[in-house]
């Protein structure tokens, strides 16, 4: 079955057709990467509109829908199946539209009614296929061969914005796209400070964090190791060393079939049972795929029928921060499978110290 196929049969009574130009979504329902084009999909089958920019990629990498370069404009021939199918409503994803483009939308076909789909795609895009699982394996590869990389190179004289490009730059050398977010590297006192930002001072001694992923064929990746510029004192390897015990729990409590707010408790009673109440302050995970941050999430905030299945592929990356000092956390992404859990991320996590 086709991705337009599993999206026609999930989309919901009353609604004829959908339309969308969200880059994403497009790449997710054709499995052809483009920064522009139109989708419009009635109960019927799929079409792409790609221009002559893409038509011809377009046309040996769709999959599931029929190619068309417009003529004129692509509302012409969208009016055309609205006829034919004697389409009445279309349906719009509310969270990537903008008001104006829905007006906008509106006034150039005013004869149909414009409803959101809701969280349809979502949940479509929630469990990974064998090709979606294939891509974010091989970005996670990367990701860890550049981990590997870098870590070799890291010297007290580099800045964390050196390090941070040092990252980048062999992800792309590796085969990346481009990162799947900005690039984290903050070290010393910067480190207590979980989304800090790479400054161009030279790396402090203590902690240095570097929370980073890549893009491979349109999915991402997403890791965080935390390493030591000089010797931890012996707080910071039992702060070192809680977390890491802690993501080590969270994993083995992620098997298919448990409450998400379960896993995220698992990890963060043993944080806060060892003294450190308080110091993680984000919750334990986000499911990754197209992009970075995607449902379910380990969240103590977690709804009850947030369940974990069976092409679930979620971060888990407790932290502590002790502000104004220092902070650690480690990240893996994890699979999960009909067999159980699998950790898909694979650069060490005992302490380096460098």
Same mark, same amino acid.
Request: negative net charge; proline residues 4%; aromatic residues 8%.
């Given at each position: 079955?086709?991705?337009?196929?599993?999206?026609?049969?999930? $989309?919901? #009574?009353?609604?004829? /057709?959908?339309?969308?130009?969200?880059?994403?979504? @497009? *790449?997710?329902? %054709?499995?052809?990467?483009?920064?522009?084009?139109?989708?419009?999909?009635?109960?019927?089958?799929?079409?792409?509109?790609?221009?002559?920019?893409?038509?011809?990629?377009?046309?040996?990498?769709?999959?599931?829908?029929?190619?068309?370069?417009?003529?004129?404009?692509?509302?012409?021939?969208?009016?055309?199946?609205?006829?034919?199918?004697?389409?009445?409503?279309?349906?719009?994803?509310?969270?990537?539209?903008?008001?104006?483009?829905?007006?906008?939308?509106?006034?150039?076909?005013?004869?149909?009614?414009?409803?959101?789909?809701?969280?349809?795609?979502?949940?479509?895009?929630?469990?990974?296929?064998?090709?979606?699982?294939?891509?974010?394996?091989?970005?996670?590869?990367?990701?860890?061969?550049?981990?590997?990389?870098?870590?070799?190179?890291?010297?007290?004289? $580099?800045? #964390?914005?050196?390090? /941070?490009?040092?990252?980048?730059?062999?992800?792309? @050398? *590796?085969?990346? %796209?481009?990162?799947?977010?900005?690039?984290?590297?903050?070290?010393?006192?910067?480190?207590?400070?979980?989304?800090?930002?790479?400054?161009?001072?030279?790396?402090?001694?203590?902690?240095?964090?570097?929370?980073?992923?890549?893009?491979?064929?349109?999915?991402?990746?997403?890791?965080?190791?935390?390493?030591?510029?000089?010797?931890?004192?012996?707080?910071?390897?039992?702060?070192?060393?809680?977390?890491?015990?802690?993501?080590?729990?969270?994993?083995?409590?992620?098997?298919?079939?448990?409450?998400?707010?379960?896993?995220?408790?698992?990890?963060?009673?043993?944080?806060?049972?060892?003294?450190?109440?308080?110091?993680?302050?984000?919750?334990?995970?986000?499911?990754?795929?197209?992009?970075?941050?995607?449902?379910?999430?380990?969240?103590?905030?977690?709804?009850?029928?947030?369940?974990?299945?069976?092409?679930?592929?979620?971060?888990?990356?407790?932290?502590?921060?002790?502000?104004?000092?220092?902070?650690?956390?480690?990240?893996?992404?994890?699979?999960?499978?009909?067999?159980?859990?699998?950790?898909?991320?694979?650069?060490?996590?005992?302490?380096?110290?460098?």
């Amino acid at each position: 079955m086709t991705r337009i196929e599993k999206f026609i049969a999930a $989309m919901p #009574e009353g609604i004829d /057709a959908f339309i969308t130009t969200d880059e994403k979504t @497009r *790449l997710y329902l %054709t499995k052809f990467p483009a920064t522009d084009g139109t989708v419009f999909v009635t109960r019927r089958g799929g079409t792409l509109y790609a221009d002559f920019r893409y038509i011809e990629a377009a046309e040996k990498q769709a999959v599931g829908v029929k190619v068309v370069m417009p003529s004129g404009r692509v509302s012409t021939e969208i009016k055309a199946i609205i006829v034919d199918e004697n389409v009445k409503t279309v349906a719009f994803e509310q969270n990537k539209l903008t008001v104006a483009d829905l007006d906008r939308l509106k006034s150039v076909y005013p004869e149909v009614t414009f409803v959101p789909i809701g969280n349809v795609i979502t949940k479509l895009c929630e469990y990974k296929d064998d090709e979606e699982l294939a891509a974010i394996r091989a970005a996670q590869d990367i990701t860890d061969k550049a981990f590997a990389e870098t870590v070799a190179l890291i010297t007290p004289e $580099m800045t #964390e914005i050196e390090v /941070a490009a040092e990252l980048e730059y062999r992800m792309k @050398r *590796l085969g990346a %796209t481009c990162p799947s977010f900005e690039t984290i590297a903050v070290s010393g006192t910067n480190s207590s400070r979980p989304h800090g930002v790479p400054c161009g001072e030279k790396l402090q001694k203590g902690f240095l964090t570097m929370d980073f992923g890549c893009v491979y064929n349109g999915y991402c990746s997403d890791m965080t190791r935390t390493v030591c510029i000089g010797n931890p004192t012996d707080e910071m390897k039992d702060v070192y060393n809680t977390v890491l015990k802690a993501q080590l729990a969270g994993i083995a409590a992620a098997v298919a079939g448990v409450r998400c707010s379960f896993v995220d408790k698992t990890a963060r009673d043993i944080i806060d049972n060892a003294g450190y109440r308080g110091t993680f302050g984000h919750s334990l995970g986000h499911g990754v795929g197209l992009y970075i941050h995607e449902e379910p999430r380990f969240s103590s905030a977690a709804p009850d029928d947030m369940i974990l299945g069976v092409g679930h592929v979620v971060t888990v990356e407790p932290g502590i921060y002790l502000k104004g000092r220092f902070g650690v956390r480690i990240e893996d992404m994890i699979q999960v499978t009909k067999e159980g859990t699998v950790d898909i991320t694979h650069s060490p996590k005992e302490l380096i110290i460098i």
